[in-house]
């Protein structure tokens, strides 16, 4: 092997995620213009803008629940399209939802050790409704993110942050290389949505995750994030560093005016 194709493969394993001309319409709507960029491994990325700019479609696109209208995501140095939905999809990338989308009825540990579904076979999964199996990992999980005392409770009796954070327990043992957010903090009272957010990104970093999550709140993202790209009608304004997005870049993404209808 050349040196360059060396070089090249370890750009490439580097790169947790690669966008060639991704774009994604609804009929008439372009939900998302065709974008191209990278993301290292390891970055952590707030996507910004307003409602129906696109930050949901994308982040669906990148989870490879949704296809797209033309291009191509690359997770990994692996183009989505060819990879298989269950197991293979699930070690490289896991989404958390705006509505924390637990399973109300069962125990928040439960919750959490649903996350490894994707390498148990049905037997064992059910098997697991009656006695947790991994029980100890699941713990763990719970206790990493602060709600162990929780772990025998309905998730529905939980709290919304307690949820959430039941939530990113679940992903810990998933354990995927990309973790992806839709507005993970949107629904909890900024009290709540800094200890959140604060976790999810230490969580990232301390495994090495790479982390792209749409945000509602600017000042969150901005505090958090290492890199914010900015969306409006599809189109992507700025996409830059934190420290460099400067106020008036806020305000132009967010002004009303030009701003196509959400319906
Ligand atoms: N399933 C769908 N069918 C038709 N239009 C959609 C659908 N999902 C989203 N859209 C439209 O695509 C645009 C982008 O939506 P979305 O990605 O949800 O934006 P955001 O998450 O930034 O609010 C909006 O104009 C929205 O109305
Ligand atoms: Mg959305």
Request: glycine share 10%.
């Given at each position: 092997?050349?040196?360059?194709?060396?070089?090249?493969?370890?750009?490439?394993?580097?790169?947790?995620?690669?966008?060639?001309?991704?774009?994604?319409?609804?009929?008439?709507?372009?939900?998302?213009?065709?974008?191209?960029?990278?993301?290292?491994?390891?970055?952590t990325v707030a996507i910004l803008g307003?409602?129906?700019?696109?930050?949901?479609?994308?982040?669906?696109?990148?989870?490879?629940?949704?296809?797209?209208?033309?291009?191509?995501?690359?997770?990994?140095?692996?183009?989505?399209?060819?990879?298989?939905?269950?197991?293979?999809?699930?070690?490289?990338?896991?989404?958390?939802?705006?509505?924390?989308?637990?399973?109300?009825?069962?125990?928040?540990?439960?919750?959490?050790?649903?996350?490894?579904?994707?390498?148990?076979?049905?037997?064992?999964?059910?098997?697991?409704?009656?006695?947790?199996?991994?029980?100890?990992?699941?713990?763990?999980?719970?206790?990493?993110?602060?709600?162990?005392?929780?772990?025998?409770?309905?998730?529905?009796?939980?709290?919304?942050?307690?949820?959430?954070?039941?939530?990113?327990?679940?992903?810990?043992?998933?354990?995927?290389?990309?973790?992806?957010?839709?507005?993970?903090?949107?629904?909890?009272?900024?009290?709540?949505?800094?200890?959140?957010?604060?976790?999810?990104?230490?969580?990232?970093?301390?495994?090495?995750?790479?982390?792209?999550s749409s945000m509602?709140?600017v000042?969150?993202a901005r505090a958090h994030f290492d890199r914010l790209i900015g969306l409006?009608?599809?189109?992507v304004q700025f996409d830059l560093p934190s420290s460099q997005v400067a106020?008036?870049m806020l305000?132009?993404l967010?002004?009303?005016?030009?701003?196509?209808?959400?319906?």
């Amino acid at each position: 092997m050349s040196l360059a194709s060396l070089e090249s493969s370890r750009t490439e394993a580097a790169q947790a995620v690669s966008l060639s001309g991704l774009s994604k319409a609804y009929g008439p709507i372009e939900a998302l213009a065709p974008l191209s960029l990278t993301v290292a491994a390891g970055e952590t990325v707030a996507i910004l803008g307003p409602s129906g700019s696109g930050k949901t479609t994308l982040l669906l696109l990148l989870s490879g629940q949704l296809g797209p209208s033309s291009g191509a995501v690359t997770l990994v140095g692996r183009e989505i399209a060819q990879l298989s939905p269950g197991k293979e999809l699930a070690q490289l990338v896991g989404m958390i939802h705006q509505q924390f989308d637990l399973v109300p009825n069962i125990s928040a540990l439960h919750n959490v050790l649903a996350g490894r579904l994707g390498e148990w076979g049905l037997f064992k999964s059910l098997v697991s409704l009656v006695w947790p199996q991994d029980r100890p990992m699941g713990m763990e999980a719970l206790a990493r993110v602060g709600v162990a005392d929780r772990a025998e409770l309905r998730a529905g009796r939980l709290s919304g942050g307690e949820q959430q954070r039941v939530a990113i327990a679940r992903l810990l043992l998933q354990d995927p290389a990309i973790v992806l957010a839709d507005e993970p903090v949107a629904s909890l009272d900024q009290a709540r949505a800094g200890e959140v957010i604060r976790l999810l990104v230490r969580i990232a970093r301390d495994s090495g995750k790479t982390l792209i999550s749409s945000m509602h709140s600017v000042e969150l993202a901005r505090a958090h994030f290492d890199r914010l790209i900015g969306l409006r009608n599809g189109i992507v304004q700025f996409d830059l560093p934190s420290s460099q997005v400067a106020d008036d870049m806020l305000l132009a993404l967010y002004d009303i005016k030009g701003l196509r209808r959400e319906d």
